[in-house]
């Protein structure tokens, strides 16, 4: 399992309050409040009807620890499930299955954005730049896509890929001390000023930053663009998992909604090093390009053949080739 993804995802499943009482626990909504997670708003709300289909969960029960049927129990609030097992729970059963169920969530929701109304809805926070903005600057702010690197969990944490240069990058770490705060709800002023007080961001300047974006005569308030705010606030979770994404979805998403990028957008200039305002020639780049090739090709050679056998190999080949003129 690689480095990069954490086995604690305690940053994307929901927190387990640790009152028993039992009007909380039938209230319980899983999906929103793991949607309310702060780092979790690059997920879609999955429809129970496609959590519910067995069809759709293939294949998934290998890569959970817990049973399937608990834990779409807990997912889709099944009420007797919430008063019977899952009261009786201790604070650190309810932990491990809250995990397991964010993981289910998350390699269920990998199938469910390849689908028509998945798409639709991936469309949605993409319009909104919820995945942010490529940082090259030759692809002027065009918006990103999150993808996967594997279509197995516990390999690599998600990327973001552009399709405007059609290159992967890592996303913006999620604020340090997100746990101090509990939910948002993304409504009012107040939200932000919290969140403020909590992680130290200038949220008015970045409320200015956005008005000067918006047409004369309108602000962020008459846009509704909190989901904006907040997603800039926020950050990621750079923990979720690539698997929640796939590798397929967002060349998929591509053709389905191919006039998101004319071929107007495509980067035609390439950034071009220069000494003194004068370009370097070009045999420099030659060179430069034949010593890497060369660098490549020896450090290959160096791990696959052991040089011992291949002087024993060309001694025999040589050897044998004497014997057939002599």
Same mark, same amino acid.
């Given at each position: 399992?690689?480095?990069?993804?954490?086995?604690?995802?305690?940053?994307m499943?929901?927190?387990?309050s640790?009152?028993n009482?039992?009007?909380s626990i039938?209230?319980?909504?899983?999906?929103?409040?793991?949607?309310?997670?702060?780092?979790? /708003?690059?997920?879609v709300e999955i429809?129970?009807?496609y959590l519910?289909?067995?069809f759709?969960?293939?294949?998934?029960?290998?890569?959970c620890?817990e049973?399937m049927?608990?834990?779409?129990?807990?997912?889709?609030?099944?009420?007797?499930?919430?008063?019977d097992?899952?009261?009786?729970m201790?604070?650190i059963?309810?932990?491990?299955l809250?995990?397991e169920?964010?993981?289910?969530?998350?390699?269920?929701h990998?199938?469910?954005?390849?689908?028509?109304?998945g798409?639709?809805?991936?469309?949605t926070?993409?319009?909104e730049n919820i995945f942010g903005?490529?940082?090259?600057? =030759?692809?002027?702010?065009?918006?990103?896509?999150?993808?996967?690197?594997?279509d197995?969990?516990?390999?690599?944490?998600?990327?973001?890929?552009?399709?405007?240069?059609?290159?992967?990058?890592r996303?913006?770490?999620?604020?340090?001390g997100?746990?101090?705060?509990?939910?948002?709800?993304g409504? =009012?002023?107040?939200d932000?000023?919290?969140?403020?007080?909590?992680f130290?961001?200038?949220?008015?300047?970045?409320?200015t930053?956005?008005?000067?974006e918006l047409?004369l005569?309108?602000?962020?308030?008459?846009?509704?663009d909190d989901?904006?705010?907040?997603?800039q606030?926020l950050?990621?979770n750079?923990?979720i998992?690539?698997s929640?994404f796939?590798?397929?979805f967002?060349?998929?998403f591509?053709?389905?909604?191919?006039n998101i990028?004319?071929?107007?957008?495509?980067p035609?200039?390439r950034f071009?090093?220069?000494i003194y305002?004068?370009d370097?020639h070009y045999?420099?780049?030659?060179l430069?390009? /034949?010593?890497l090739?060369?660098?490549?090709?020896?450090?290959?050679?160096?791990k696959?053949?052991?040089?011992?056998?291949?002087?024993?190999?060309?001694?025999k080949i040589?050897?044998?080739k004497?014997?057939?003129?002599?």
């Open positions: 399992m690689s480095n990069n993804v954490s086995e604690d995802n305690s940053d499943i929901i927190s387990d640790d009152s009482s039992q009007e039938e209230d319980l909504n899983w999906i929103q409040t793991f949607l309310e997670k702060p780092g979790n /708003q690059i997920f429809p129970l009807q519910t289909d067995r759709n969960l293939v294949g998934l029960n290998k890569y620890s049973k049927s608990t834990m779409l129990k807990l997912i889709t609030d099944d009420i007797d499930f919430l008063r097992e899952y009261s009786s201790s604070s059963e309810r932990r491990m809250n995990q169920c964010a993981k289910l969530y998350g390699l269920i990998a199938r469910y954005i390849l689908t028509y109304q798409q639709y809805d991936m469309m926070l993409y319009s903005k490529c940082p090259r600057t =030759a692809c002027t702010g065009t918006a990103l896509l999150p993808v996967g690197l594997y197995v969990p516990d390999q690599d944490s998600f990327k973001l890929y552009c399709p405007c240069c059609e290159d992967v990058y996303p913006a770490s999620i604020t340090q997100m746990e101090l705060y509990s939910g948002f709800n409504s =009012a002023l107040c932000y000023k919290r969140y403020q007080q909590a130290d961001y200038p949220v008015e300047n970045h409320l930053l956005r008005d000067s047409p005569g309108k602000n962020l308030d008459s846009e509704g989901l904006n705010i907040i997603n606030v950050k990621f750079i923990n998992d690539g929640y796939g590798t397929t967002p060349h998929f591509l053709m389905q909604y191919p990028l004319s071929t107007k957008e495509k035609k200039e071009i090093p220069t305002n004068f370097l045999n420099s780049q030659i430069r390009y /034949q010593e090739k060369r660098q490549q090709l020896e450090d290959k050679l160096s696959e053949y052991d040089p011992k056998l291949i002087k024993t190999k060309s001694k040589f050897t044998s004497a014997k057939m003129y002599t």
